[in-house]
């Protein structure tokens, strides 16, 4: 009887392991980038120390201008044509302004940019799984989509309450994700990513000085949101990239190089550990060891 009982308990375990060895060799890695308007830019230079290592990305959860760079990235856009689009932006194409209802700006500039440089018009055609965090202002709860009108919900991401109009989009009333979720690394376990990746592109930026305008005291009360939300979102990641932003301010697009600039370095510091994590990863007795505390 114990020899029946031992000889099932190692049938079990040999399967398991074949189970495993069978699977996919790959580690999943997703990547979750952060809101931050203007300083989301440091997220391309993030990017692109990532390709250069050879990282590979397999999905990706953004918010706000995080959502828009990576909406860029998931539609198969090059990332040095992404450079050069980050170097010409002007807030000209995204400042349509709207009589003062519900925001002083429309977005249609957001939603136009991203169909114009994606040429996507639904998630589905997307090279890259992406999720796209909202806020949806009726319910008051995040919505995640990975379907739908890319450039539309995009548009909704990005849309800051009091300068953004918020976006009609179904039966909801969509605003930006990052009063709810500022860096989605939990949207990417959702997913089913093995390796979470954040890029914070707030928490080490320079406390600006007292605000002398309605638009200042926005955009701080949002750093103060940031840097709140980035903390609670450590739980979920694996490791996070924090480019070294300093006194560059949310609306300072003419720093973009220097954006590009720190968001490649901060990745560049972090690939050896980056590697010698997904490449432990791999090993079957990591996975069967997470396996075995999945209940399988």
Same mark, same amino acid.
């Given at each position: 009887?114990?020899f ?12 398991? %392991? ?6 996919? /060799? ?7 980038l952060?809101g931050?308007?203007?300083?989301? !830019? ?15 990305i397999d999905? %990706? ?11 860029? *990235?998931? /539609? ?7 450079? /050069? ?29 991203? /169909?114009? *440089?994606?040429k ?20 008051? &709860? ?21 300068? *953004? ?5 179904e ?48 955009? +701080?009360?949002?750093?103060?949101i940031s840097?709140?939300?980035a903390a609670?979102a ?24 220097e954006?590009?600039?720190t968001?490649?370095?901060?990745? &560049?510091?972090? %690939?050896? +550990? ?10 079957? !007795? *990591?996975?069967?060891?997470r ?6």
């Open positions: 009887m114990k029946d009982s031992n000889l099932k308990l190692w049938k079990t375990l040999t399967n398991l %392991i074949v189970r495993i060895s069978n699977g996919a /060799s790959g580690v999943k890695v997703g990547l979750a952060s931050g308007a203007a300083r989301g !830019i440091a997220h391309i230079g993030a990017l692109k120390a990532l390709e250069e290592a050879r990282i590979p999905m %990706i959860a953004g918010v706000s201008s995080g959502a828009l760079i990576g909406a860029l *990235y998931a /539609s198969g856009l090059d990332i040095e044509t992404i450079e /050069s689009v980050a170097l010409g932006l002007r807030w000209k194409e995204f400042a349509d302004l709207t009589p003062p209802r519900m925001g002083l700006i429309s977005g249609k500039g957001i939603e136009e940019f991203v /169909s114009k *440089y994606t996507v018009k639904e998630f589905g055609e997307l090279k890259i799984p992406l999720a796209v965090v909202t806020t949806d202002l009726i319910t008051e &709860k995040e919505v995640v989509f990975r379907k739908g009108a890319l450039a539309k919900i995009v548009q909704a991401s990005c849309s800051i309450p009091g300068v *953004y109009t918020p976006v009609k989009y039966d909801m009333l969509l605003i930006d994700g990052g009063i709810v979720n500022i860096l989605p690394t939990d949207v990417l376990r959702r997913m089913g990513a093995d390796f979470v990746i954040g890029v914070d592109v707030n928490t080490r930026a320079t406390i600006s000085p007292e605000p002398k305008n309605v638009f200042q005291v926005i955009l +701080q009360s949002w750093d103060v840097r709140q939300g609670r450590r739980k979920d990641a694996d490791l996070v990239i924090y480019p070294e932003i300093g006194d560059i301010s949310k609306v300072d697009l003419k720093r973009a190089r954006l590009l600039r968001g490649y370095q901060a990745a &560049k510091e972090v %690939i050896p +550990q980056l590697k010698r994590e997904i490449k432990r990863r791999k090993g079957i !007795i *990591y996975r069967f060891k396996k075995i505390l999945r209940g399988l």
